[in-house]
């Protein structure tokens, strides 16, 4: 395992992964991925792992307080899904998602605060293994970041959350005093 550091909007990401089984047009197109993300939010992006885990296939993510977390890992098996054969990952995007959700409080905050948005997200259909709340959320983060249609009630819910209501893609305000 080798772990490369890359500059992606000022902001240094790591990704941690055996040169052996993963090309470097899979690396390539999982930093061209994060390049879609809101400086804000790339901040928060923890050390990415592309290996065997988790066993079953796919991604999985633990926030700071979770064993061995703050972590992304993705077994490298997710290349081949037909959802990760073009340009952008989705796979990585959902578990992004997680991470902003985590580190925003959004789904919590929302289902407190707008329970329209709250409901617009679960009524969409999340078809992975693990279900819960925060699937949601991460599917809905990965289509707004990846441009995909989505329903305007889903779209103004995610873009009202508390990831998004300060962050001004590609632009984020920084005052500098001195
Ligand atoms: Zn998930």
Sequence with gaps: MQTREFQIRGVTIR??????????????QLVITLRLLPVNHLRHIPLITVGNRPPAGGGGSAHPGMPGGP????????????????TYNYTLLHE???????????MSRMRRDDRAGYQALLAHTHRGRTQGP?????????????????????????????????????????????
């Design 71 to 86: 972590y992304i890992r993705l077994n490298r098996n997710i290349f081949q899904s037909p959802w990760n054969r073009g």
């Design 96 to 106: 992004v998602g997680h991470v902003i959700d985590w580190t925003y409080n959004s």
């Design 15 to 28: 990704i941690r992964f055996d040169a052996n089984q993963v090309s470097e047009s899979q690396i390539r």
């Design 134 to 178: 925060g699937e949601h959320f991460a599917d809905a983060y990965a289509d707004f970041i990846i441009g995909k249609r989505m329903s305007a009630a889903r779209r103004n819910a995610l873009r009202q959350s508390t990831a998004f209501k300060n962050v001004v893609a590609g632009a984020d305000m920084m005052c500098t005093v001195g």
